[in-house]
């Protein structure tokens, strides 16, 4: 039986219902394996693209058998299904799963970076990233993400509890 590696993602949305289409992805990732900790989910200021709505932005956990680039297809289908409208880059988007760790491994190809090379950029990949595991440290150069000093001006949106088997609920 393969073994179950730990990838840390990153989800965001602003466009819509922007809750609903995180908690939607949430129940749709348990497909490709166990959820683990799930971090707060966060309003944030557009990243890139300065002049869009605000995002909303999470971190969670999986426990998967799929290897790198089979999860990344996986996961631009589940982004596909959702709704997701390709538009240009850093631009609205319904729903964003990206790759942001996959244990410890470095991958380097046109398609998939890991881990994610805007990690230390992103306020709102890396508070919530520490929130999830305050020991992480960076793959590549082996510091600690939390030695690294960001500003931040997130603010707490809302958390979600597992509840068993039936999925994610969100509290406002």
């Known amino acids: 039986m393969e073994s179950r590696k730990?990838?840390?993602?990153?989800?965001?949305?602003n466009v819509g219902n922007r809750l609903d289409y995180i908690l939607t992805a949430i129940?749709?990732?348990?497909d490709l394996g166990e959820i683990g900790k799930i971090s707060t989910i966060y309003e944030s200021k557009p990243w890139g693209v300065k002049d869009q709505g605000?995002?909303?932005n999470c971190v969670l956990e999986?426990?998967?058998q799929l290897e790198p680039h089979t999860l990344l297809k996986e996961l631009k289908r589940v982004?596909?299904?959702?709704?997701?409208?390709?538009r240009f880059r850093w631009g609205p988007r319904e729903i964003d799963i990206d790759i942001l760790l996959y244990e410890d491994e470095v991958v380097e190809t046109d398609e998939l970076k890991i881990p994610h090379p805007l990690i230390k950029e992103r306020d709102f990949v890396l508070i919530p990233?520490?929130?999830?595991?305050?020991?992480?440290?960076d793959p590549v150069s082996g510091k600690p993400y939390g030695d690294m000093?960001?500003?931040?001006t997130l603010r707490p949106?809302?958390?979600?509890?597992?509840?068993?088997?039936r999925g994610a609920r969100a509290l406002q």
């Open 79 to 86: 982004e596909r299904e959702i709704g997701r409208k390709e």
């Open 62 to 64: 999986l426990y998967t």
């Open 54 to 56: 605000p995002f909303l």
């Open 27 to 30: 129940d749709r990732l348990k």
């Open 157 to 165: 949106y809302c958390c979600v509890l597992k509840k068993g088997e």
């Open 129 to 137: 990233l520490l929130e999830i595991d305050p020991g992480l440290k």
């Open 149 to 152: 000093n960001i500003e931040s």
């Open 6 to 13: 730990r990838v840390l993602l990153g989800l965001g949305s």
